[in-house]
């Protein structure tokens, strides 16, 4: 069990804005950076947002980030096919001292 | 550009122990504000963290993971390692490398998993 709390799934038409949300603790969220990773299927994940909101060159500027408290939220604008994929949050956790991922969100583009 | 590379057994038997290494291209695993990871993720589930190292030796271990994991870093052949002892079928996971770098500016440090290595199945079977 994650330490980080992910929805299973989230799905949009194109064009539309999708939010996945991540759930964590003041050990982890509440104190720390959050990162998101994109995962492909057959890939490995790749970096999509560090620092609470920033993108990493070659990064969407359709991608955007914010941090509130223990939650922080991915957004994507004008959803495309591409964005077909599993989304990860990522924080340190002070009390585990180390770092702790979300489950996972799979994003379907209907 | 910054390439990983694991390399290891794809076929582990229970009890011994998981051997693996990551090749580093492109960047020196004795230079920079870098750490060198492993993440695992069974087929099919979420990511893991196991741990870290950085270039001085100093270590970081997953707590569930910390009494089997042992890493260390071949600076001679810009390589870091992985070995997991005592292996059962829960261990069976897609094996991936990657570089924990923190960026900083005067105040802050930034730390993210940039770069990653395409990752390596390790089955656990006998």
């Known amino acids: 069990q994650s330490v980080l709390t992910q929805s299973p799934s989230a799905s949009g038409t194109p064009g539309q804005t999708v939010t996945i949300s991540c759930s964590g603790s003041?050990?982890?969220?509440?104190?720390?950076?959050v990162n998101w990773y994109q995962q492909l299927p057959g890939s490995a994940p790749t970096l999509l947002i560090y620092n609470y909101n920033q993108r990493p060159s070659g990064v969407s500027d359709r991608i955007s980030a914010s941090k509130s408290g223990t939650s922080a939220s991915l957004a994507i604008s004008g959803l495309q096919s591409e964005d077909e994929a599993e989304y990860y949050c990522a924080s340190w956790d002070d009390s585990l001292n180390g770092w702790v991922f979300g489950e996972g969100t799979k994003l379907t583009v209907l | 550009q910054v390439r990983l590379q694991e390399s290891g057994p794809g076929l582990v038997k229970p009890l011994q122990t998981l051997s693996l290494s990551c090749s580093v291209s492109?960047?020196?695993?004795?230079?920079?504000?870098?750490?060198w990871t492993w993440i695992r993720q069974p087929v099919g589930k979420g990511l893991e963290w196991i741990g870290r190292i950085y270039t001085s030796g100093s270590t970081n271990y997953n707590p569930s993971l910390k009494s089997r994991v042992t890493m260390s870093v071949d600076m001679s052949k810009n390589q870091f390692s992985l070995k997991l002892a005592s292996v059962t079928a829960a261990d069976t996971a897609i094996y991936y490398c990657?570089?924990?770098?923190?960026?900083?500016?005067?105040?802050?440090?930034?730390?993210?998993?940039?770069?990653w290595g395409q990752g390596t199945l390790v089955t656990v079977s006998s």
């Open positions: 492109g960047a020196s695993v004795n230079r920079g504000n870098n750490y």
């Open positions: 003041s050990s982890n969220i509440g104190s720390n950076i």
């Open positions: 990657a570089r924990d770098n923190y960026e900083c500016d005067r105040s802050n440090c930034y730390p993210r998993h940039d770069y």
